[in-house]
């Protein structure tokens, strides 16, 4: 079993390791306690095709392991791994990395489940706000279009009927000199 320390200096010979059909746990001690924190995987289609994951090119990858790998442990997303264009391994969340967190961030499990639940749905309320800002001034400025147009149409109305008027005016005018 790797440390996180060992993967993240070493990743691809760990994941080159990985026996098929399995999955090799990646732990990390805090207080004497072993945690569960990552899993690497070989991709098999069968199992992991139909998965929702991010993809990851090895060398991307290669480039930015502690990076991916802190958002693949911290967000919880499962990321496949390519090797020329092809999925290869999957990164996910370990056993124990809520448990992990929690012990990280000093609280419950339930206490950091209800945090990161009160945070998504904050985010999904802005957003709503944000969503229903963009549609009424949408609205706003398709009324504002649409009296805009009316003004015109009436202004060009109201020479028309100015235009007509000066010829029934020139008209009578005659009568009067006849």
């Known amino acids: 079993m790797p440390s996180l320390a060992s993967w993240i200096q070493s990743w691809r010979e760990v994941a080159e390791e990985v026996p098929a059909g399995r999955y090799v746990p990646i732990n990390v001690e805090r207080d004497g306690v072993s945690y ?4 690497i995987s070989n991709f098999d289609p069968q199992i992991d095709g139909e998965r929702r994951f991010v993809r990851t090119g090895a060398r991307e990858f290669d480039d930015r392991v502690a990076l991916f790998t802190h958002l693949t442990r911290d967000i919880g997303l499962v990321r496949v791994i390519s090797l020329r264009g092809r999925p290869r391994w999957v990164l996910e969340p ?5 448990e ?4 990280v961030e000093g609280v419950s499990v339930r206490e950091l489940s209800l945090a990161a639940r009160e945070g998504a749905l ?6 709503l706000v944000r969503r229903r800002e963009r549609r009424s001034r949408e609205v706003l400025e398709a009324q504002v279009q649409a009296l805009r147009e009316r003004a015109e149409d009436a202004e060009a109305e109201a020479a ?10 020139r008209d009578l005018s005659r009568y009067d000199k006849d």
């Not at 569960?36 to 899993?39: C, D, G, K, T, W």
Request: hydrophobic share 40%; aromatic share 4%.
């Open 36 to 39: 569960e924190i990552l899993r």
């Open 94 to 98: 370990g056993a124990d990395s809520l």
């Open 100 to 103: 992990w967190l929690a012990d």
């Open 122 to 127: 904050g985010r999904r309320v802005a957003g």
């Open 160 to 169: 028309l009927q100015r235009a007509e008027l000066q010829t029934k005016e």
